[in-house]
C-alpha cells in the first residue's frame, strides 16, 4: 500500500510542517536553505546554482519564472545569501567563490581559495565568510578551512582540517562544525582562534557503542558513516543534523545472487545488508555531541525505544513503505521542529520532527522510523530552500534543470492523493537551465545516480552505484565481502571502457558481463538492455579526474619521481595513459588465510592491476584498505613482488610519493 495514500489524518497543530517563525537572531545569514538554493531575504526571489551550466540563475517566486542568470565559475554547488542580500557562490570546479552584491547583475568579485570548495557559512554576525575546500593547494590529503573579511573580502586565515572537509556550520560567534565527507567524522572549530578543538566528536563511536559484544549467533554489525556532505543548525543553535549513508563494516556473508541482491535495507533500525541512508543528530548546547542511536545493538536487538528526543539515525523503514537513499542536503524549518532532508538517489524529500519519534502524525512503532512525510522531486535534486511564510518548500532538481515548489495539504481538494497535513507538489518551475549532456550522457548520469529504477535496484535494495562510488569516485571505505575485503575502486577519470578486465580479480572479461554481476546480483536490479546499459558505461567513462594542485606545483619532484617510478619498474605494469596493463598482478598482498577468492581468479592470477590517476585521492590503497597513505605502501613494502622498491632511496621514494599523488 503507498504509504503516502494511507498515511496520517491529523490535527492542524501537528500536521503543520511549514511553520511560520521568525529568522533567528544574528546568524548573518538567510536560513532555512542548504545546497545549490538559497531565497533573497525577503523571499521575493530564488537563487539556484546549475552546475553543468556554471550559473547562477535567478527565480521570482510570484511568478516561478525566471527572470535573469549570471556567470560565475565552473561546477557551482552551493549558494548562500547574507541577511544584506550578498549571494556567495562556492565553484567547485575554479577553486573560488563568486560574490554578488545586492542589486548586481553580475559577479563583482571572486574569491581564490583551495581545491573543489564546496561548504559556505557566514559567522560573527555575517562579518565573516567561512569556505571549505576538498584539499589545499599544496597537498592531495588535508582540506582547508578559510575565512574572510565580507566588507573587504580579504582573507583573515586558513585552518587545515582534515581529509576531504566539505560542509561548515556556525553554532555561534566563535564555533563551528565541519564535516569530513569520506571519514564520517565530524571536527569542531573555535573561529575566534582559528584552531581545531576536537578532531572527531565521536560520531562512529556512538554508532557502534555495543561494538564487539554478541547476541549469542555471532558479534554484532559494526557501520561507518560516509558521505557527510552537509550540516544544518536549529534555529536556537541547540542541534545540528548531518546527512549521512551508513556502510556496513561487518562481515557479510551472504553472496550476490539474481534473487534481490544483497545490498537490501530494511532490518532491525533499518540499517540494511550494506548501506543505507541516515542523519545524525548532534547536541551543540556544549561540546559538540552525537546523539545517535547505537546500530551495533538495534541490528541484532531490534528497534531503539521510542522515548528518544531526536530522529532515527536510519531513514528508511522496516517495511519499505518508500524508498529513502542518498541523503544529501537538509534543512530547518524556522520553527526549529522539523528536519527536510532532500535524498537524491530516491528522488524524494523527507520531513522528521527535530525531538520526538511519537505522535500521531509519526508510525515509529509499526514501520522503526520517525519520517513523517516524504514527497516526489526530481532528478539529481541537491538543494533545498524553505519560505519564511511557510507556504512553500522548494528543491532544485539539478540533472533535471527544475525546481520543484511543494506546499501543504491544506483541504482535500487542493490535493485529491494526499491526506490533510502532508506535503504535495504544487508545481515545477521547468527549463532553469540549459541541458548541456547528449541524451545518452544524461540518461547514464540519471540511471548512475537511481536508487528506485528497478532495472538498476530491487525495492528491498535501494541502492545506486552512486551510493558506494561516490560522485562517481569511491567512498573510502573497505566492504567485507564474501571473498574478502575490497576497498571500493575509483571510477572518475579512469576510462572505464579502455581498461577490461574488470572487479578486483578481473574475473569480469567484458562490461556486459561486469553490469550483469553488479546490477542483478549485487543491487537486485531487472538488469539493462545492450543500448542502455552502453549509455551508463558512456557517462562513467568520461568522468573527470578529481582536481589535483600537485599536477601543476612540485615539478621538479614530480620529475624525479617519474624517475623513480621507471626505476623501480612501476611502469611494468602501470603502463600506458592509463597506468595499467589491463592484467592481474600477483604483488604479496593477498592474505589467503582470509580470502575465499573470486571464482578462484585471485589465488592464481593475483589482483587486476588498478589505473593509477587520481590515486592521491582515492585513500585508503590496496585491495584490502590495509594501507591509510601512499607513505606507507612505498616505505613499508616488505617485498619486491610490488615494484623494486628496494632499489630506492629515502629520497627517492620520498619523490615517487610526489610523482603519485600528482597523478
Sequence with gaps: MNWLKRSMMVGAVAASLLLQGCQPPNTGAVARSSGSLALSSDDSQLYAVDRDNGTLNVIDTKTNQKVRELKVGLEPVRVLVGADDTIYVANRGSRSVSVVRKGETAVSSTLQVGVEPTGLALAHGGKTLLVTSSTALDTTETGLLSAFDTATLQPKWELKVGEEPRSVAVLGGDRALVTLFKKGVVIEVDLDEAKVTNADIGINQAANASAGGSNGFGSFSTFKARALNDLVVTPDGSRAFTPVVWAREDAISKRPNSSGGYYASGGPCN???????????????????????????????????????????????????????????????????????????????????????????????????????????????????????????????????????????????????????????????????????????????????????????????????????????????????????RQTPALAGRHLLATAPYHWSGEFSSLPAFNTHTITERMGGSGLDDATAGFLDQYIDQLALPDNALRTGAVDAVARGRAAFEKANCQSCHAGALLTNNTNAQVGTLDTALANPDNGVVLTQGFNVPSLLGVGRSAPYLHDGSEATLEARVFADPNTQHGTLSALSTAEKNDLVTYLKSL
Design 271 to 485: 540499517i540494511g545488508a550494506v548501506a543505507t541512508a541516515g542523519l545524525v543528530t548532534i547536541d551543540t548546547t556544549g561540546a559538540a555531541t552525537p546523539k545517535v542511536d547505537d546500530l551495533t545493538s538495534c541490528a541484532s536487538r531490534g528497534t531503539t525505544s521510542a522515548n528518544l528526543d531526536f530522529p532515527t539515525s536510519a531513514l528508511a523503514p522496516s517495511d519499505g513503505s518508500f524508498p529513502v537513499q542518498g541523503a544529501t542536503v537538509s534543512t530547518v524549518d524556522a520553527s526549529g521542529g522539523f528536519v527536510f532532508v532532500v535524498n537524491r538517489e530516491s528522488h524524494n524529500l523527507a520531513v522528521l520532527p527535530t525531538g520526538r519519534r511519537t505522535g500521531d502524525d509519526l508510525h515509529y512503532e509499526s514501520n522503526g522510523t520517525s519520517v513523517r512525510d516524504t514527497v516526489t522531486v526530481g532528478n539529481g535534486a541537491d538543494g533545498i530552500a524553505l519560505s519564511a511564510n511557510g507556504r512553500q518548500a522548494y528543491v532544485y532538481n539539478q540533472f533535471d534543470h527544475s525546481v520543484t515548489v511543494i506546499g501543504q495539504c491544506k483541504q482535500a481538494s487542493d490535493c485529491p492523493d494526499k491526506a490533510v497535513g502532508q506535503l504535495y507538489v504544487q508545481t515545477t518551475i521547468t527549463d532553469v537551465a540549459n541541458e548541456q549532456l547528449s541524451a545518452q550522457l544524461a540518461l547514464g548520469r540519471r540511471l548512475f545516480y537511481d536508487a528506485t529504477d528497478t532495472r538498476m535496484s530491487s525495492a528491498q535494495t535501494v541502492v545506486a552505484c552512486s551510493t558506494c562510488h561516490l560522485e562517481g569516485r569511491e567512498d573510502g571505505h573497505v566492504w567485507q565481502f564474501p571473498d574478502g575485503p
